[in-house]
């Protein structure tokens, strides 16, 4: 099984409060249903949850009862792209069901506790693809916190064991600096814990949940010499399905 991650930047326009970017969304489903392959989803929340999120504080837990209407509002948000993703996934073919991450797992200052995971497991062995997304889940500690897609992965590698993980982002890999504002950036076919400390840090727009950085240390900590995880660009169309051929596609991956 191949774990991928569409990234909120693919599947959604990020600038842009709730909006889904359905051509590409579907174009990527298309590719995933081609490609024959065994396949997992998580998904980001794009629009549907950072402009919200980062808006009231989310990612700072509760701490002002002014934050509790928004936090409910951005987890309605996130199911409805949830909704819009797994209508993608069925309309080629792969069925699908949204899975909030609230409704199997809490966590403790940030971190998944796996409270739940039979329903998890049970879908996927009757062959319906659970499909977990970047939300607001309840924290012991902090009242509520958001889980990203990327802790998501995490969890769902330990779960499900894939050979491979895929993260599906905008951007060709990792660069040595932001490619969106230095034309010079050079892309980094293959990342290490030391070129990754070597590498300039530049916070995302509107991301509450670590950008780029954040991403290559998640998965720094799931490769293994047996399971490559890459980091590669969605918005080429044609590239996933490469890539999931076994074809080489441009991307960046994560070695230890
Ligand atoms: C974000 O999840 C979750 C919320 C802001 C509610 P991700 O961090 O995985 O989303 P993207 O991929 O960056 O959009």
Same mark, same amino acid.
């Given at each position: =099984?191949?774990?991928?991650?569409?990234?909120?930047?693919?599947i959604?326009?990020?600038? %842009?409060y709730?909006?889904?970017? +359905?051509? %590409?969304?579907?174009?990527?489903?298309?590719?995933?249903? !081609?490609?024959?392959?065994?396949?997992?989803?998580v998904?980001?929340?794009?629009?549907?949850?950072?402009?919200?999120?980062?808006?009231?504080?989310? %990612?700072?837990g #509760?701490?002002?009862?002014a %934050?509790?209407?928004?936090?409910?509002?951005?987890?309605?948000?996130?199911?409805?792209?949830?909704?819009?993703?797994?209508?993608?996934?069925?309309?080629?073919?792969?069925?699908?069901?949204?899975?909030?991450?609230?409704?199997?797992?809490?966590?403790?200052?940030?971190?998944?506790?796996?409270?739940?995971? !039979?329903?998890?497991?049970?879908?996927?062995?009757?062959?319906?693809?659970?499909?977990?997304?970047?939300?607001?889940?309840?924290?012991r500690?902090?009242?509520?916190?958001?889980?990203?897609?990327?802790?998501?992965m995490?969890v769902?590698? &330990?779960m499900?064991?894939?050979? &491979?993980?895929?993260?599906?982002s905008?951007?060709?890999?990792?660069?040595?600096?932001?490619?969106?504002?230095?034309?010079?950036?050079? #892309?980094?076919?293959?990342?290490?814990?030391?070129?990754?400390?070597?590498?300039?840090?530049?916070?995302?727009?509107?991301d509450?949940?670590?950008?780029?950085?954040? +991403?290559?240390?998640? =998965?720094?900590?799931?490769?293994?010499?047996?399971?490559?995880?890459?980091?590669?660009?969605?918005?080429?169309?044609?590239?996933l399905?490469?890539?999931? +051929?076994?074809? !080489?596609?441009?991307?960046?991956v994560?070695?230890?």
């Amino acid at each position: =099984m191949i774990l991928i991650k569409l990234g909120g930047s693919v599947i959604t326009d990020k600038s %842009q409060y709730k909006k889904f970017n +359905k051509e %590409q969304a579907s174009r990527l489903c298309r590719e995933i249903a !081609e490609s024959g392959r065994s396949v997992m989803i998580v998904h980001g929340a794009g629009s549907f949850g950072h402009v919200l999120a980062k808006q009231y504080a989310i %990612q700072n837990g #509760l701490v002002d009862f002014a %934050q509790v209407a928004p936090a409910a509002m951005v987890h309605h948000d996130a199911m409805e792209l949830g909704l819009l993703m797994t209508s993608e996934l069925m309309a080629v073919g792969i069925p699908a069901a949204s899975v909030a991450p609230g409704s199997c797992f809490v966590m403790e200052d940030g971190r998944i506790i796996v409270n739940d995971e !039979e329903a998890l497991r049970r879908l996927a062995h009757i062959g319906i693809m659970p499909v977990m997304f970047g939300d607001v889940v309840m924290d012991r500690k902090q009242g509520f916190a958001i889980v990203s897609g990327d802790q998501l992965m995490e969890v769902m590698a &330990r779960m499900f064991k894939p050979e &491979r993980i895929v993260f599906v982002s905008d951007i060709d890999g990792l660069y040595d600096s932001n490619p969106k504002t230095n034309p010079d950036a050079k #892309l980094i076919p293959e990342v290490t814990p030391e070129v990754l400390a070597n590498v300039s840090s530049e916070e995302d727009v509107a991301d509450v949940t670590g950008g780029v950085r954040g +991403k290559m240390e998640a =998965m720094l900590r799931m490769c293994s010499p047996e399971r490559d995880c890459v980091l590669m660009n969605g918005t080429v169309p044609g590239r996933l399905l490469e890539l999931l +051929k076994g074809n !080489e596609v441009t991307c960046t991956v994560a070695r230890m």
